[in-house]
Structure formats: structure tokens, C-alpha cells
């Protein structure tokens, strides 16, 4: 018998409802699945340090860590409703804490057939960096399958732009010719 | 009254005759040694402890030394004393509100406000990042609306970046309104012979311009990052602390109205504070040890000691360095040389020592010099926060808990707001002392 497919989803907030709305028909059948989710470390770390330009002030709140804290609440809670909108009570929770790119990397290192990402970025201007830098790094290097897919409504293919007119591209250090009338 | 219109020391000039025992050369750098390790001890914290205890000892230190006379040293204190009143009550201020709601309500409503929206939310933010900086101090904004926006993003499911950096931004670049703002705005208040409502109504437009400026750079640059909407925004209802609001409302209008009859504004905080003190006490919303705590004695002891080192470094030298680097008059060149120097020594040092170093040269300059140095060093720490040195040591202790400072995304962040902030605050100015003269 075949090993059953092992695949992870990567659950971003913001994006991952639709992530699961696209990739849950696009499943292998009998997959085993894991939603993934990682707290970025940089956030609370800008925050943290916003407080240590007030030097002394409050210093009990900020020994406390009251952001990682929060932090790690909401991603629980974020994977228990993916996992439930996914239909899939027995998906395995991975719940991780640092460089988010590193991160999901390090989860589908050994042992996944393939990775779920949804699309990042603006979606607004479609081009070389519509894609964000974190799925990029992902993109480049995750060593299985990456399964992107649109978390909103997908582009059309008219919003592939017309290539120019042959006879509007004018040859360098020319003026382009009046347009014919 | 509590206005001092003539800081001490900014009629002597660099003081060669003062000292004591001690050499110049080595009095001076004795001086500027204890300024280091005063602002790196209060940043890094060894083994948690406050930030007074190298600080109150090293002005110690130079006054038994004789590097600062203890008559200067006097002056000194007698000056910064009423502003370490004025900051005290504030801070209790904020922190009374806290403790009746204020705060969460804040993120209830802005959650609601939005509706699951990230750009919607984020101009919420934008809008009660700047008021509660404004009225309350940047102190409230980092300390207390920071998590609650960061806990308030985390429920909505989005993503947090964002919101959690318009803080932090707004926390510095919206201090510039009035001198409640920031504790560098009443350093410089006292120091400025400006009347409080006079402050307001001439930083306004400079306020509006920061702010506008970090909503065109923050909505740009997280473009990628606000994205998705929240579905269903979890219900919760949080009584809105009406009271809580009144008074700070009350507060506001008592910091203009006593400023008219010329009666100090740090009454009219200290009223405030008294007012939501009182019946927090009786209901024991809070007890008097919280009280106590809240107004951050050891700070308190950590701003007088510094001002103490500061003063023992400008005396020796570095003052009149700095008065040459202070251009006199208001033209629009002057104001933004001025800013930006003041950007600049509280990205390098902090921003504490900054204005401490740079007031007694711009306030022979005039006030809209005092204004144009809290422009600089009001916004300019939205690089380094802490000032360089100080930020390269935080970075480890960070590190040390598992979290990391974002260095090349905060500075390019920093790189892309400070010098159109800087600008924008700087010319807004200068058409401000022109309107409102």
C-alpha cells in the first residue's frame, strides 16, 4: 500500500479562509493534512522595543511579555477555526514562533509531499512583485511541491496587458511616429 | 507659576572657570563616560534594575567631584522640578484611565469601527493613536493602546504588522501637539515662555502634517500586509468608562483654561488625576501601591540625575559645540537645520539628552527654534528609538528572549517617514509662527 500523502497548509491571517476555501477541493484523497500557522517574531519585537524608548518607564508591564503571550492565544485559536473550516478535526495543529520564512521552511522540511500557500502581496498591481517577500523566499525554497493558490477571486485573463503595436515601439533615440489618422 | 522663561546656565556660556578639582579634559570626559553609561543601563536594565541606580550615582559623582558646581546643579533641579511634577501626574493620569477601561473600549469600538476592514482599521488607529498620544502622552500609547491594538488586530484575524508599527510610529511623530505630549515637549515647555494653549495652536498644523505624512508612507509600504477581511467580528461588550472620558475631556479643557489665567497646567493634570484617583480608590479599582507604582518614583529620580549629567556635559564643552550648531532666526532654512540637528543628536545619543542639550541654545534663539528642536527630536527617534548605541545593546536582550528587532525593515521604515516627517512637521511650522505668530 501506498504511504498516504502528507501535506501542510500554511494558515496567514488575513488570507485563510480563502487559502482553505481554494486548496480544501484540491486535496489529494486520503491526505494527511497539517495547518500550519507561525507568530511572527519581528512584530513583538518592534512593539517590545517601542517601549524601551520610554528607558524606565513601566518596566513591570514590560517584563510581563504581554504581546507573545496574546500572540500565541490568537494562533491557537486561528488554527482550531481553520481546522474546522477545513472540515478536517483531525488536521495535526502546528502552532511555531519566529522568522516566518524560516519558519515554514523548517515545517515542510522533512517528510511533506507538498506545501499550501495562499498568494501574498497587493493583488492590485499584478506584475514581478505581486507575490510578497515572504511566499517568495517560500516559493524559492521549499523542498516539495508548493500548491499556490489565490485567496480572493482570481485575476481574469484580461488583466494580462496588450503587448505594444509593432509599429508603436519606436527603435532607441527615435520620437514616435504621429499616429495614423 | 511654574513658567521658567530663562533656563539656568544659557546666559553663561561655556563655563572654563568653573571647575573643581578636576581638569578640564578630564572632567569632560568623565561627564560625557557617565552620560553613556546613565542611558545604557536605563535601556538594557542589568538584572532588572531601575533605571535610577546608575544615574542618581553618577550625578552624584560629579557633584562631589566638583565637575558641576552644586549651585548649577540646583538651579538645574529647581528648573526640571515642576516638569517631573507635571510628567508624574500625567502618568498617573493614563494609567487611572487604564485601569477604568479606557483603553479596551478603545480597541472594542475600533473593531467594530472597522468592519473586518484592514485599511479601516488601520485609519482607526491612526486616529486614536494620535489623539491618545496627544492627550495622554506617548507613554500611553506605547505602553497601554499598543497591546490592546495588537490584541484587537489578532482577534479580527488580521495581521498585525501594520497597526502594531502605526503605533509605534504615531507614538513619536503624533508627541508633537501639546506639551503633554512628550516628556521632551515639557522639558522644552518650561524652557520656550510659551503658554500652553499658544503650544497647541501653533504645533497643530505640524501635527496634522506628521500624521498625514506617516498615513502616506504606512499605508504604502504594508500595502502587501493589508490585506483579507475579518468575517465576523467576535461580539464583546465593553461599557464605554464615560466617566474615565469626562474627566480626561476636563483635564484637557483645565490645561488651556488655566494656562489663560496663568496658573501652571500641571495643576490641571494633577486635578484630573486626583479626580479619577479618588472614586478608583473607594472602588477599589485600584489600590494606593498601584498609585504609588504608577508614578514611576525611580524615573522620576532617573530624569532629574539626568538632567544633572547633561548639565555637566554641556558646561563642559559640549554646549557651546552645540550652540554653534543652533542656527539663529525663524526663516524656513534655520528651522529645518535646526530639526534636523536635533534629529540627528537623539538618533546618535537618545532623545532625552538631545533636547536637554540643545534647549538652552535654542531658547536664546526664540520659540519657534524650541519648537523646531522638538520637531527633530520628537520624530527623529522613529529610526533607532533609543538612540544607536542604546538600540544595538536592546537588540541582544531581545534576542536573549527569543524575539528579534526587525533592523532592516524598522530602519528602511524609519528611512522612508523621518526625512518627509521631519519636512512636512518642519514647513508646517514655519507657516504656523507666520498665521499664528
Known amino acids: ?181 | 507659576m511654574m513658567v521658567d522663561r530663562h533656563p539656568p546656565g544659557h546666559r553663561m556660556g561655556p563655563a572654563r572657570k568653573l571647575g573643581g578639582t578636576v581638569p578640564g579634559p578630564i572632567a569632560e570626559t568623565l561627564a560625557a563616560l557617565l552620560l553613556v553609561a546613565t542611558l545604557v543601563s536605563a535601556v538594557v536594565r542589568p538584572w532588572g534594575l531601575p533605571e535610577a541606580l546608575i544615574a542618581v550615582p553618577a550625578a552624584g559623582l560629579l557633584l562631589v567631584l566638583g565637575v558641576l558646581p552644586l549651585s548649577q546643579a540646583g538651579t538645574e533641579a529647581t528648573s526640571l522640578g515642576p516638569t517631573i511634577g507635571f510628567l508624574a501626574a500625567i502618568l498617573v493620569l493614563a494609567n487611572l484611565c487604564d485601569r477604568y477601561g479606557l483603553f479596551e473600549a478603545a480597541g472594542t469600538w475600533m473593531a467594530s469601527g472597522s468592519r473586518g476592514r484592514p485599511v479601516t482599521l488601520l485609519a482607526l488607529v491612526f486616529a486614536v493613536a494620535s489623539t491618545v498620544t496627544a492627550v495622554l502622552s506617548l507613554d500611553a500609547t506605547v505602553v497601554l493602546l499598543t497591546p490592546v491594538v495588537f490584541a484587537t488586530v489578532a482577534r479580527l484575524r488580521l495581521r498585525s504588522k501594520p497597526h502594531v508599527y502605526a503605533c509605534t510610529h504615531l507614538a513619536n511623530s503624533a508627541s508633537l501637539l501639546l506639551p503633554v505630549s512628550n516628556l521632551t515637549n515639557l522639558l522644552a515647555f518650561s524652557a520656550s515662555g510659551l503658554s500652553f494653549a499658544r503650544f497647541g495652536a501653533v504645533m497643530a498644523l505640524p501635527w496634522l502634517a506628521a500624521i498625514a505624512v506617516e498615513w502616506l508612507v504606512l499605508r504604502r509600504f504594508f500595502s502587501g500586509e493589508l490585506i483579507g477581511r475579518a468575517e465576523s467580528i467576535p461580539p464583546r461588550r465593553q461599557p464605554v468608562p464615560v466617566f474615565a472620558c469626562v474627566v480626561v475631556g476636563l483635564t484637557l479643557v483645565g490645561f488651556f483654561v488655566t494656562s489663560l489665567v496663568h496658573i501652571a497646567p500641571a495643576f490641571a493634570a494633577l486635578g484630573g488625576a486626583v479626580t479619577l484617583g479618588v472614586p478608583a480608590l473607594a472602588s477599589r479599582r485600584a489600590a494606593l501601591r498601584d498609585i504609588g507604582l504608577a508614578l514611576e518614583v525611580p524615573f522620576l529620580a532617573f530624569v532629574l540625575a539626568l538632567g544633572i549629567v547633561v548639565k555637566a556635559v554641556s558646561v563642559h564643552g559640549l554646549g557651546s559645540l552645540v550652540t554653534h550648531l543652533v542656527p539663529a532666526g525663524t526663516s524656513l532654512g534655520s528651522l529645518l537645520l535646526i530639526a534636523a540637528v536635533a534629529a540627528v543628536l537623539a538618533n546618535l545619543i537618545n532623545n532625552l539628552p538631545a533636547v536637554l542639550l540643545l534647549l538652552p541654545a535654542a531658547s536664546i534663539a526664540g520659540p519657534g527654534a524650541v519648537l523646531a528642536v522638538l520637531i527633530g527630536v520628537n520624530t527623529g527617534p522613529n529610526l533607532t528609538y533609543v538612540g544607536s548605541l542604546a538600540t544595538l545593546l536592546w537588540r541582544r536582550v531581545l534576542r536573549q528572549r527569543g524575539e528579534e528587532l526587525p533592523v532592516s525593515e524598522f530602519m528602511r521604515l524609519g528611512a522612508l517617514t523621518v526625512p518627509p516627517v521631519l519636512v512636512a512637521a518642519t514647513v508646517a511650522l514655519w507657516i504656523s509662527l507666520r498665521a499664528v505668530g
Do not use: K, Y
Open chain 1, 1 to 181: 500500500m501506498m504511504p498516504s500523502v502528507r501535506v501542510v497548509i500554511w494558515v496567514v491571517e488575513g488570507t485563510w479562509q480563502g487559502c482553505l476555501d481554494a486548496a480544501g477541493p484540491s486535496l489529494p484523497s486520503g491526505a494527511r493534512v497539517a495547518l500550519l500557522h507561525v507568530t511572527p517574531s519581528d512584530v513583538t519585537g518592534a512593539a517590545e522595543a517601542a517601549s524601551a524608548g520610554l528607558l524606565g518607564r513601566f518596566p513591570g508591564r514590560r517584563a510581563s511579555r504581554p504581546f507573545q503571550a496574546v500572540a500565541h492565544q490568537a494562533g491557537a485559536e486561528l488554527l482550531a477555526a481553520a481546522a474546522a473550516r477545513l472540515g478536517r478535526p483531525d488536521a495535526e495543529l502546528l502552532e511555531r514562533e519566529g522568522r516566518v520564512e524560516l519558519e515554514v521552511i523548517r515545517a515542510v522540511a522533512e517528510n511533506v509531499d507538498l506545501l499550501v500557500a495562499a498568494r501574498d502581496g497587493d493583488h492590485s498591481r499584478l506584475g514581478p512583485h505581486s507575490l510578497g517577500p515572504t511566499t517568495r523566499f517560500v516559493v524559492d525554497h521549499a523542498p516539495c511541491a508548493v500548491l499556490l493558490v489565490w485567496p480572493d477571486e482570481p485575476p481574469g485573463i484580461e488583466s494580462i496587458p496588450p503587448p505594444p503595436p509593432a509599429h508603436l515601439a519606436p527603435p532607441p533615440g527615435h520620437h514616435s511616429p504621429p499616429p495614423p489618422a
